[in-house]
């Protein structure tokens, strides 16, 4: 194991910036107490590691996710950065690469890239690879004997392994780190087998293929290699088609006018395009209409849901709507609505006191925290008992919502 030097502060403070954008609860605070730790360097490592459980929709599933408070994440954000400060993916990686590394622009690369391969002839056939429930059950083993793991990084994650059962934690930009490291040795048998003809982003790979033969010849290879590494191919998203179906499908084109990008998604039932609106859209009566519905069918878009209404609120009947809202009693949407009341007094006023006692004694802390927020600003304070320690300095100065606001900005 070996200890490389930090990489710039400033890179680092920007990308737990955009870590946060994954996260499941949203801080109460904006985490700015952490980020300024990670900025001048008095972030320690955290006394206690409490793993609380939430339940998410996805897109095909409702999975039990757990969660960890800001302070442990930026503890692992640093530890990982550290230990890949050197590591550099091979260039047909597009996620997850480096310190500087973007979402919005690796992905566009990324469709760049799928479409340069797919516009062969030679290629007319796409293998689409993926991990079988990758990051819970990458084995321990994996990470401790990589090259690039420092002592401290294998001691953390050995600890929340220990507690959670798992190395990787879903949303976290540290871990989608590390699995993309981890899953080198693949890369590196595709790039002997396949030389500059596939691409890879998380755990999926999509390797472009001159017929069935050579697709069924890959995917042994590659099931062969994840086996070495105590994982395995999953059955029902491994497939090999012919390219213009990638480009129907996971790799199609929804841009467009945002209205009428969600008009077609609610049509069609298509969960990208109303991802794409939800971020892009203003305010309109038409969205307000369909929303409440929309999520209620398909609550994973509730992220994207709340970072459209925050826009909205200072247009009539944004605040019916997020009501509505207030309705649902599970806590993925309370951690949700309580981070937009906690941004906008008004909404601070309407949450129900049954929403905050649900919350406050859900033993998750950054949703504990987020009730104590609303709670404390409405002068309800009593329904959620004490605090947290780090919420004292902002409820003495008289527990304003102006101040360290919890952010809703999300790439969920």
């Not at 879903?170 to 396949?194: C, K, Q, S, Y």
Request: hydrophobic share 45%.
């Amino acid at each position: 194991m070996r200890d490389d030097a930090m990489p710039p502060k400033e890179a680092l403070t920007v990308s737990f910036g955009q870590d946060l954008m994954t996260e499941w609860i949203p801080d109460a605070l904006g985490a700015t107490d952490v980020v300024r730790g990670l900025a001048d360097g008095s972030h320690l490592n955290p006394t206690r590691l409490d793993v609380g459980w939430l339940q998410v929709p996805l897109a095909h599933r409702t999975e039990t996710i757990p969660v960890v408070p800001q302070a442990v994440r930026a503890h692992m954000h640093r530890l990982v950065e550290r230990s890949l400060h050197r590591y550099r993916p091979r260039p047909e990686v597009f996620s997850y690469r480096s310190t500087e590394w973007e979402y919005r622009g690796a992905y566009r690369a990324r469709q760049r890239r799928m479409r340069e391969l797919g516009s062969r002839e030679d290629l007319p056939l796409v293998l689409r690879l993926d991990v079988r429930q990758f990051g819970a059950s990458l084995p321990l083993r994996v990470l401790l004997d990589a090259p690039w793991m420092t002592e401290d990084l294998a001691q953390q994650v050995t600890t929340l392994h220990g507690a959670s059962g798992r190395c990787l934690l879903p949303g976290h930009r540290w871990a989608n780190r590390l699995g993309t490291a981890a899953l080198a040795p693949i890369d590196n048998l595709l790039a002997a087998e396949v030389p500059e003809r596939w691409l890879r982003w998380g755990d999926d790979w999509h390797v472009f293929v001159r017929g069935a033969g050579e697709a069924e010849r890959i995917r042994e290879v590659v099931a062969s290699g994840l086996a070495n590494l105590g994982l395995s191919l999953s059955v029902e998203k491994t497939v090999w088609e012919p390219v213009h179906r990638l480009f129907a499908g996971a790799a199609r084109d929804v841009a467009g006018d945002p209205r009428k990008v969600w008009r077609a998604g609610i049509r069609d039932g298509d969960m990208r395009a109303l991802r794409y609106a939800l971020t892009r859209a203003e305010p309109t009566t038409e969205i307000f209409r369909d929303i409440s519905e929309v999520v209620r069918m398909r609550a994973e878009l509730l992220p994207r849901a709340i970072q459209y209404l925050d826009r909205a609120m200072t247009t009539p009947g944004a605040t019916e709507v997020v009501e509505e809202l207030f309705d649902d009693s599970d806590l993925f949407t309370a951690a949700r609505v309580l981070t937009l009341a906690g941004r906008h007094q008004e909404l601070a006023r309407r949450v129900p006191d049954r929403l905050l006692i649900l919350a406050a004694d859900c033993g998750i802390a950054g949703l504990c925290a987020l009730a104590a927020r609303v709670a404390f600003s409405s002068r309800r304070g009593h329904l959620v008992g004490e605090p947290p320690p780090r919420m004292l300095p902002w409820i003495s100065q008289g527990a304003d919502l102006r101040q360290l606001r919890p952010s809703v900005a999300t790439l969920l």
